[in-house]
């Protein structure tokens, strides 16, 4: 099987490199080979691979400047989707599609019940409305496809369109003896990157049927009790206090409640144990 690996040096691609079976015939695609934005660009490198799958882990991903770059946005979320739905259209190979959490808007807070594959997408910032943009754009060009959502991911490799991720700038300040403030009323499902691999693997390679799918670690935490944990697990002694997400004023808004569950069988173990590993990768490679 080859597989085309849009996004190659992201957080999420690294750890699909690294967590290839052997039998994969993998080609990792940076937007140095291929920006998603330039159509004739993506249909000529698909056509040189021939893939039997790709594998589209590329997106914008930043979120308050989204509501002041709302062209660029979704010129790579929804525009370049499109370009790549339309190269693997002509070449007759499916999809594998990324998308988020934040294609919903929060309100089952009250409930506490996580979103499930069919419930209804109602995204409240531009990131979120371009992500689903893409994913409505999939899902009218292409049988042949998988969509899957996660959210609020981490991994060794760090997110390069943001800078790094939430563990390292908590480990990071945290070390350097700096005042900890982190909200206490935004709930999500961390997601070790490396695990969200290993899934989306599986989902492949067992051949589950195309459509869309959460996979995410089981649980869920707000970000305080994120970084506590993350301070916990890498033994550091440092105060950390709760705050109202109000306290941090954002451009865009973000929904208080995006926790992910499944109804299809790709789980995940638990996001403790998501970090539990995320912790002895970065001890390893350190």
């Known amino acids: 099987m080859k597989v085309a690996l849009i996004g190659a040096n992201g957080q999420l691609g690294t750890d699909l ?14 937007r140095k080979e291929m920006d ?6 993506v249909e000529e490198v698909l056509y040189e691979v021939k893939p039997d799958l790709v594998i589209n882990t590329s997106a914008y991903v930043k979120v308050d400047l989204a509501e002041e770059e709302v062209e660029e946005a979704f010129r790579v979320n929804a525009v370049g989707v499109k370009n790549i739905a339309d190269a693997c259209l002509k070449i007759g190979v499916p999809l594998l599609h990324i998308s988020t959490d934040y294609v919903f808007d929060g309100g089952k807070l009250p409930k506490r019940e996580p979103y499930y594959e069919e419930d209804t997408p109602n995204p409240i910032n531009i990131y979120g409305v ?6 409505h754009i999939v899902r009218n060009y292409l049988e042949e496809h998988y969509i899957v959502r996660s959210s609020s991911l981490y991994g060794v490799a760090g997110a390069s369109g943001k800078g790094g991720n939430f563990p390292y700038t908590i480990l ?9 403030k982190v909200v206490n009323d935004i709930y999500m499902v961390p997601t070790h990157t490396y695990d969200l691999a290993e899934g989306v693997w599986r989902l492949v390679l067992e051949e589950h049927s195309y459509g869309t799918y959460h996979i995410t670690h089981t649980g869920y935490c707000s970000w305080y009790e994120f970084a506590k944990k993350i301070l916990e697990l890498a033994g550091i002694d440092a105060q950390i206090e709760p705050v109202k997400h109000t306290e941090f004023p954002t451009k865009a808004r973000r929904p208080l409640w995006s926790v992910l569950g ?25």
Do not use: H, Q
Request: aromatic content about 4%; charged content about 45%; proline content about 3%.
């Open 172 to 180: 990071r300040k945290a070390k350097a003896g700096e005042n900890l």
């Open 262 to 286: 499944t109804k299809k069988g790709i789980e995940l173990r638990s996001w403790e144990e998501g970090l539990e590993r995320f912790v002895r990768m970065v001890k390893d490679e350190g």
């Open 36 to 41: 998603v934005r330039d159509k004739d660009k």
């Open 17 to 30: 490199i690294r967590t290839k079976p052997e039998y994969v015939d993998l080609d990792p695609l940076t």
């Open 130 to 135: 371009s992500k689903l943009a893409g994913e």
